[in-house]
């Protein structure tokens, strides 16, 4: 519990991450209202809900590689290749997560598709930031792994 505390303290202090976060949420802001506009679109469409779900991520997620890469975290040490392995991984679990919030929702609680669909992107957004911000365009999962390794080895 004490990594979500101290990160949470380096939000409050770090003007630097504050600038991410707010651009991260304004690429967003745009990349959801494109996720959840092509949603109800392909749902109008009588598109089967979780292929739905699916294609409106896909098409969400590919603008938001892209903004955040560029406009955004603006980090080039590794390669675009080696970031979109990275950013599939992330939004991957994103997507799983997306699509159990959704069924969950509207199978379990009976919500309308939309709502649910609206808390699943809430639910994903300081998932997807801080996959992003520490993976794909940090370090990759590699020496992510391997710093958690040394770090738990260090702990008597």
């Known amino acids: 519990m004490r ?10 202090d770090d003007r630097h991450t504050q600038r991410l976060l707010t651009r991260y949420l304004l690429i967003g802001g745009f990349v959801f209202c494109l996720d959840v506009g092509s949603f109800q679109a392909l749902l109008k469409a009588a598109l089967f809900r979780p292929l739905a779900t699916t294609v409106s991520f896909l098409i969400a997620i590919s603008a938001h590689f892209t903004l955040n890469r560029f406009f955004n975290f603006r980090r080039f040490e590794r390669s675009a290749l080696a970031q979109a392995r990275t950013y ?7 997507l799983l997560l997306s699509i159990v919030i959704v069924e969950a929702g509207v199978r379990l609680l009976g919500l309308p598709p939309i709502v649910a669909k609206i808390i699943a992107v809430a639910v994903n957004v300081p998932v997807g930031f801080l996959g992003h911000r520490y993976l794909t365009f940090g370090a990759g999962i590699g020496v992510a792994v391997r710093r958690l390794r040394a770090r738990s080895q260090q702990v008597p």
């Open 3 to 12: 990594p979500v505390w101290d990160l949470l303290g380096r939000l409050r």
């Open 88 to 94: 599939s991984v992330v939004a991957g679990v994103s």
